[in-house]
């Protein structure tokens, strides 16, 4: 058994120099069979052991069978490879008989169970030993299956009789082994792409669309494992990484959303200037100019119109009809502002303006923090710090701003006091300081350190 690991580590070895992965030597001792591809089929409680032929076996697999000598007297165990059918109606198959647990049988399999001189019939269910002959004058040599299993690597080097098949298995696969295969298994070129690739069904006929979706059923290719391995890793990706997408992909959707209606409005209005154009020169009655038109669309659009002493629109309506008009023209008048003060730059756009600027810089610099008031001031800070994320399309770091600023509002109505809640949000402290928080967590522990020391040198020298 020692020899066997040793051997098979040299071959996960050589796989590894090739490039191979864990998952390409697991592939390799599992051969693509599932732990229910490898029970046992017994015929007698078996109603129809072909299909289970057509099910599990392929040109290529391996086959692990309860043999018998000339009169029905059980010889342990045997492996042959299975090389293809040889008929079906009948249910036989030709192989390469690999290995047997009997010394007597594996001698019996050398000499005389060659491919062209043996035929393994699948039997059927019944009482008794199966009654199937080959024709009279027929010379192969007979081996019944009436119990047996599909076989992989992993199988054979368990079992002292198969640890040698089993290696020369692996053995042959890494040999084989190729870094990317361009075709997948049992494609044209075959099953050579991918040492140990599931082989083609045995007793299909033909290459109609019925017998390719049978083989796919019964033999899915590992490409196909494979690709939803990376699609899996890849929703994981985007999931991990989508909410600042997520949120940009709605913002351009609900932009497209508005272009989309105030295209409509502009298609119904021409539609309706051309209606009263057309009933104005018939000279119809009720004909009304597209100014009137306008007007009554404006003023029944709109439920509570209010205008100002100068004619225009209340806000509300301003950020209906043009959303981001009030925040362009409110980063306008900042920049006016910001401008007049030393090291302001007129020439930086509204668009380039940071709100946080205009919040230090002229709101506390005209009122303090005493007359603000603790709360106002970090509302400030909050509310310049989420503008400024939003300008930067940041959504996902403006999101979680907001987010906390909730969570630390709930906590300071429950507390009555800011004392805690402040801590809960993103904001940075309200007093300016060069000295980051792990610094000064550094310094004080410092400090606390050097006070404990001079504390036990004033006892010692009291004593």
């Not at 052991?49 to 045997?78: F, H, I």
């Amino acid at each position: 058994m020692a020899d066997t690991l040793t051997g098979m580590e040299a071959l996960r070895d050589e796989l590894a120099a090739k490039g191979g992965s864990a998952e390409d030597w697991d592939f390799l001792m599992s051969e693509g069979l599932k732990f229910a591809d490898v029970d046992w089929v017994d015929a007698s409680r078996c109603g129809d052991p072909w299909k289970e032929v057509n099910k599990r076996l392929g040109e290529g697999r391996m086959v692990e069978y309860r043999c018998y000598d000339s009169r029905r007297r059980s010889q342990g165990m045997a492996i042959f490879e299975v090389a293809g059918v040889l008929d079906e109606a009948q249910h036989l198959l030709k192989g390469i008989h690999l290995a047997a647990s009997d010394e007597y049988y594996q001698w019996y399999g050398e000499h005389d169970l060659s491919v062209d001189n043996c035929a393994y019939h699948v039997c059927n269910g019944g009482p008794g030993p199966c009654s199937f002959r080959l024709p009279r004058g027929d010379k192969r040599e007979l081996i019944h299956l009436d119990f047996w299993r599909v076989v992989n690597p992993a199988i054979l080097v368990s079992q002292e009789y198969g640890r040698d098949a089993g290696l020369a298995r692996l053995r042959s696969g890494v040999g084989k082994y190729v870094p990317h295969p361009l075709l997948p298994p049992g494609g044209a070129g075959g099953k050579e792409d991918r040492p140990g690739a599931a082989p083609a069904r045995l007793g299909a006929v033909g290459s109609g669309l019925d017998a390719m979706m049978e083989e796919a059923e019964a033999f899915p290719p590992e490409p196909l494992k494979e690709k939803k391995r990376k699609d899996k890793d890849r929703k994981e990706k985007d999931t991990r990484k989508s909410v600042g997408s997520l949120l940009n992909e709605r913002a351009e959707s609900f932009e497209s959303g508005l272009e989309e209606e105030r295209r409509k409005k502009k298609r119904r209005k021409k539609r309706h200037e051309r209606v009263e154009k057309k009933k104005h020169s018939r000279g119809e009655p009720g004909a009304s100019t597209s100014s009137g038109e306008d007007e009554e669309s404006s003023s029944s659009e709109q439920p509570f119109q209010k205008l100002s002493t100068r004619g225009e629109m209340d806000l509300w309506r301003q950020s209906q009809t043009n959303p981001g008009k009030l925040l362009k023209g409110g980063l306008q008048e900042m920049g006016r502002y910001l401008a007049d003060r030393v090291g302001g730059d007129p020439r930086v756009g509204w668009e380039d303006r940071k709100v946080m600027s205009y919040v230090n810089q002229i709101l506390m610099a005209n009122h303090s923090s005493q007359t603000i008031g603790i709360r106002n001031v970090r509302e400030a800070q909050t509310l310049g710090s989420a503008i400024d994320m939003l300008m930067a399309g940041n959504l996902g770091g403006l999101g979680d701003l907001l987010m906390q600023r909730l969570k630390a509002l709930e906590t300071a109505v429950a507390e009555q006091s800011w004392s805690s809640a402040r801590h809960q949000e993103l904001i940075s402290p309200q007093s300016a300081s060069l000295t980051n928080q792990a610094e000064r967590e550094k310094a004080a522990k410092a400090e606390l350190r050097a006070n404990k020391l001079r504390a036990a040198m004033g006892k010692s020298k009291t004593k």
